[in-house]
C-alpha cells in the first residue's frame, strides 16, 4: 500500500497534488495521465506561488474526493492534514473563514462514506483555526456529519463541554438556536441521553422572545416536541415551559392547542383532569406515542405533587385516594414512590391515616414561585436579624454584669 510520504525537496503539498492526480488517472495510461499529472502540479505551484490559497485548496479538494473511496484511510488522513493547514496560509480572518467553510462543506457531501475519518478530519481542522465563529462553523458541521453518518458517539463527550465552547464563540441569538437544536436532536436518538436532549431542546425555545413573533412560528414542531418529552419522561415532574412565549404560542394554535392543554395539566392539575383529556383526545395521544399506564403513573406522582402543595401539611389518606383513583391498599405504596422520585418529605402516620408533608417539589417555577421564595427569604433573613439582636443584647447584658460583680468585690 503506497502511503504519502515526501521523500525529496519537493513541497509537501506538490507531493500530495502529484501523488492525488496520479492516483486519479492510474487507469488512463502513462500517455494521458502525465500530462495532466504535470498540469495538476504546476497549477498548484502558482496557486502558492501567486498566494491563491482558497484555489489551491479548492484544486485539492477536488483531487481528493475523486481518490476518497479508493484511497487508504492512512493515506487520507495524511491528504487532508496537508489540505487543511493551507488555513494557516492567510492573513485575513475572512479568507481563513472562507476556506474553513469551503473545505467543512465538501467533506460532510457524502456522509456515509468513511464517516468517522471524516469527522476526524473536521477535529483536525477545527484544532487548526484561532477565529472563535470559524471553529463554530466546523463543529457546526461536525454535528451534521455525526448525525447523518451515525458516528454521533465520537460527538458526544464534546458536547458535555459546550458551556466552554459557548464562551469562546459568543454567539448571536440564531446561530444559538440552530447549534442547541442540533445538539438536542443528535441527542434524542442517543439511549440515555432524553434528559440532555431536552435540555437542549429548551435552550432553543429559550432564545425566542415575544418581541419574536416573526420567527416564533419556525418553533411550533419543537415546542411540541418539548411537550410530548416532557409528558412521556417518567423521572421529569417540573420544568418552565409554559413560560415561555414559544410554547405560550400554541394555546390558540389550531393544530398544536390540545398539546398545550396537555401540559397545563401536567404541570398545574390533577390525574381526574388528565381522565377528561384523554378521553376527548385519546387519538391524539396515540399519535404521538403516549402510553396510556405511562401517563396515568406519572399524572398520579403529579397530583400527589399538587395535594402536597395546596393542602394541608397533613393529607389524610382517603384524600390522596379520591385524587389519585387507587384503592385503600395503595395509598402507601404511592407516597413511597414519590419520595424515591424525591418530590416530597414526609412521615407516613398509619396510626391516624395520614401524610406528614414537611417538602414537596414545585412542578412549575414561574413568577408566583419567585416572589414567595423571595418572600420566604425575607422573613428568614428578619428571623435572623432577631436571633443576632436578641444575643447581641443578652452579651451587653452579660458584660454589664461582670463588671458589676468586679467593682462589687473591689
Not at 68 to 93: G, Q, R, W, Y
Not at 147 to 168: A, C, Q, R, W, Y
Not at 279 to 305: F, Q, T
Request: glycine share 2%; net charge negative.
Amino acid at each position: 500500500m503506497t502511503t504519502v510520504v515526501p521523500t525529496s525537496e519537493e513541497d509537501p503539498v506538490i507531493s500530495v497534488v502529484r501523488f492525488m492526480a496520479e492516483m486519479s488517472w492510474a487507469d488512463a495510461g502513462a500517455e494521458i495521465a502525465e500530462p495532466q499529472v504535470n498540469r495538476l502540479c504546476v497549477e498548484a505551484q502558482e496557486c502558492m506561488i501567486e498566494g491563491r490559497w482558497l484555489d489551491l485548496a479548492s484544486l485539492m479538494l477536488t483531487s481528493a474526493d475523486l481518490i476518497f473511496s479508493k484511497a487508504s484511510e492512512k493515506d487520507l488522513e495524511c491528504i487532508f492534514t496537508i489540505i487543511c493547514n493551507l488555513v494557516k496560509k492567510p492573513e485575513s480572518l475572512d479568507q481563513v473563514h472562507e476556506m474553513a467553510e469551503l473545505i467543512s462543506t465538501k467533506i460532510i457531501q457524502q456522509p456515509n462514506d468513511k464517516p468517522a475519518l471524516r469527522l476526524k478530519i473536521l477535529f483536525n481542522l477545527y484544532n487548526l483555526l484561532e477565529n472563535p465563529y470559524s471553529r463554530f462553523f466546523v463543529y457546526l458541521k461536525s454535528l451534521n456529519l455525526a448525525s447523518h453518518g451515525k458516528v454521533t458517539e465520537h460527538i458526544l463527550p464534546s458536547i458535555k463541554k459546550m458551556d466552554n465552547f459557548l464562551k469562546e464563540w459568543n454567539l448571536g441569538v440564531k446561530d444559538q438556536r440552530e447549534l442547541f437544536l442540533a445538539i438536542s436532536n443528535i441527542l434524542k436518538d442517543n439511549k440515555g441521553s432524553a434528559k440532555d436532549s431536552f435540555m437542549f431542546l429548551t435552550k432553543y425555545l429559550e432564545t425566542f422572545s415575544s418581541e419574536d413573533a416573526s420567527n416564533m412560528n419556525e418553533a411550533k414542531e419543537e415546542a411540541a416536541r418539548a411537550i410530548i418529552d416532557f409528558v412521556r419522561s417518567p423521572d421529569m415532574f417540573k420544568c418552565d415551559l409554559l413560560d415561555m412565549p414559544a410554547i405560550a404560542q400554541l394555546e390558540k394554535d389550531a393544530k398544536y392547542a390540545p398539546v398545550y392543554q396537555l401540559l397545563k395539566i401536567f404541570l398545574t392539575q390533577r390525574l381526574d383532569a388528565f381522565l377528561d383529556f384523554e378521553a376527548a383526545n385519546s387519538e391524539l395521544l396515540k399519535s404521538y406515542g403516549l402510553v396510556h399506564d405511562d401517563c396515568i403513573s406519572k399524572m398520579r406522582l403529579m397530583s400527589l405533587v399538587d395535594l402536597g402543595l395546596n393542602e394541608s401539611s397533613q393529607i389524610p389518606y382517603s384524600v390522596i385516594r379520591e385524587a389519585l383513583q387507587i384503592d385503600d391498599t395503595e395509598v402507601e405504596s404511592w407516597v413511597v414512590k414519590a419520595i424515591t422520585a424525591k418530590l416530597l418529605d414526609c412521615k407516613i402516620d398509619q396510626m391516624n391515616q395520614v401524610v406528614i408533608v414537611s417538602r414537596c417539589t414545585e412542578r412549575v417555577f414561574g413568577v408566583h414561585q419567585w416572589q414567595e421564595l423571595r418572600t420566604k427569604l425575607m422573613t428568614w433573613r428578619g428571623n435572623i436579624a432577631g436571633v443576632i439582636s436578641t444575643v447581641q443584647a443578652n452579651k451587653i447584658t452579660e458584660d454589664n454584669t461582670q463588671a458589676m460583680q468586679g467593682l462589687a468585690i473591689r
